[in-house]
């Protein structure tokens, strides 16, 4: 890879404990390294994935998890779990709140297949399986908005 060739780093992250991935927004393309930085291998990413996605994160078995901005309309899912030609989408959030967006402002990360997600502004993780279906939801019963 020279200078110039990612212009568009959306995320990157390690894979068990011997490479390193990124993902490259712009080409749709995860490159994999090994961690004294030598190319191993890309590949494009197929399908109909959403634009505009905020994250993405991938699990040691390459499934990748995805999180989109609400952009005008709400009622839209707002993950996106993809394992080759196995596409989910879930985690809808309903109403017209001007603070939706505000509910939807949170990080993902993965643990084994599974995906976190944890809000930004609220407190609150959810883990979700592959399938989407959530798996359990925590939140601080005391907090006061």
Do not use: C
């Amino acid at each position: 890879m020279g200078p110039g060739e990612n212009m568009g780093i959306l995320n990157f992250g390690v894979l068990g404990d011997s490479m390193v991935y990124m993902f490259e927004y712009m080409t749709r393309e995860v490159s994999y390294f090994d961690l004294e930085g030598f190319f191993l291998r890309s590949e494009v990413l197929g399908g109909s994935m959403r634009e505009y996605p905020d994250q993405y994160v991938f699990t040691r078995k390459g499934r990748m998890y995805s999180k989109f901005s609400l952009q005008e309309n709400t009622d839209q899912e707002l993950f996106e779990s993809r394992l080759g030609d196995d596409v989910v989408r879930f985690g809808q959030i309903y109403g017209g709140s001007p603070y939706s967006s505000l509910v939807a402002s949170g990080k993902l990360v993965t643990f084994k297949e599974h995906m976190i997600y944890v809000s930004l502004w609220y407190p609150l993780f959810v883990q979700y399986s592959p399938d989407g279906s959530m798996r359990y939801a925590r939140t601080t019963m005391d907090h006061v908005s």
